[in-house]
């Protein structure tokens, strides 16, 4: 393992030292969870915090913001402590130096956009595994470890218990701090795991507030393209069937492959089911899941697996016995039939109602939780996400629509503020669609079980207040 001198990380963070040149023997981490000789990256220190910092023997403490007395108090001590104007780049040097010593050889895959980026990225993971690859990913059931700015995916690779083989990252197209954009986010942290492979999903818009446009997210979800580093000979894989990704061929080096997925394609999808190179490959009904967007996240899977070389036998295999990361259209219950899905912005809104409308037999009651804290703009775009999606449904399409803020289980990070509910309600009331507000997920959900007859689906959408409602459903029951 590479040992460096806090002047050397100093100066590649673009930060500022205080204290002495001391050599960092450990790896980067938490201070919770650090041991001597560890390198701390927080967002923020006080005093107490490099109190704690110099008695466990940590080496140094790299933040953006200094409170209280803690430069007075890491001068006093004479312990290194470095600020820089920006943590993502402590964060993406980390990520770089944990790839170097102990992965340095791995096959590395980093996928990024707007939607299915955890499906995509787990079901790669799946299908290395399956293949006999010691495979790390930073996916899991909630995607806690996806945004890359703080050193928990520079920790993990370091912590790994066997030699790193293939690694696949999710990257946050876009990622903010205090209300801030992290300008250049997907770019910076490719650049920091020198992928051979970037898988790019759609173009859509969330984070409403760091970005206010499609363009802005275009150009974000681009900066992992562009990131791809020369003269290694990498592979873009890239969605064909949304247009604002297909035009990012453009941005591709001399030394990156493009290859496409989606209609007329390599890896398409038909009626009958996902093809390769013109034969069918997975039947339909052999997918875990049929919906649209799983497909498209499947896609995307076959042919970054493909661009590695990896056998048929073991893409189908992993593909067709895959379990789906919690949350990700799964099916709760079957009488009647209850979908989960994480759907949480308005491009996931609108193709998520679409997919469970084509799958019922009977009526569609829709249930969804208002985002709390996430601002105003962001639950109106929802809103007119909601209506779009069920007045797009076929004509004589029964359904009905349950809101509710979820102030049994939120937290006070994730509490519905007044200008949000009324921006959400008022939508819905201004475009005519009928609903049932429900202050409670429990009462909420209660509901739409009374309402729903066996042939009936009921779909639960949205992020934070909805997250509990399986447990929930089972405390009904």
Known sequence: MDIIKTSYLADKVNGKLIGPDKEISGIFNFLNTSKRGDAVIRHWIDEKGVEIAVSKGVSCIITQNPQGNAIETAKKLKFPLIITEKIELANAFAISWAVENFATDSIRIVVTGTNGKSTTTHMIYSILKEAGYNTYTNTDSKSEFNTLIDPIVSKQIAEFPDKIEAMVVEVSEVQGWLGKLMKNHASLMTSAIDPNVVVLTNVALDHIGLVNSVE????????????????????????????????????????????????????????????????????????????????????????????????????????????????????????????????????????????????????????????????????????????????????GTNFNLIITTSTDFVDKANVVKNSEKDVFLNTLEKEGLSYIFHETLHNALKAALKSAGKEDTILLIGAQGMDPASDVLRSID
């Open 216 to 395: 802005e997210a275009f150009d974000e979800i681009s900066g992992s393209i562009k990131a791809l580093k020369k003269p290694k000979k990498t592979i873009a894989v890239l969605n064909h069937d949304d247009p604002l990704i297909r035009k990012m061929e453009n941005f591709k080096g001399n030394d990156t492959e493009v290859i496409f997925y989606g209609e007329g394609a390599a890896v398409e999808s038909k009626a009958e089911g996902i093809f390769y190179e013109g034969k069918l490959l997975i039947k339909k009904e052999d997918l875990p899941f049929k919906s649209q967007h799983f497909i498209q996240n499947t896609m995307a899977a076959i042919e970054a697996s493909l661009s590695l070389n990896v056998d048929l036998k073991y893409i189908k295999s992993a593909v067709t016995s895959y379990k789906p990361l919690k949350r990700r259209f799964n099916i709760l219950s079957q009488n009647p039939l209850i979908i989960d899905d994480f759907a949480h912005n308005p491009n996931g809104i609108v193709v998520t109602i679409n997919s469970a409308a084509k799958i019922t037999k009977g009526k569609l009651c829709l249930v969804t939780a208002i985002r709390g804290s996430r601002g105003d703009p962001i639950n109106l775009a929802n809103a007119e996400a909601i209506v779009k999606g069920l007045k797009g449904l076929e004509k």
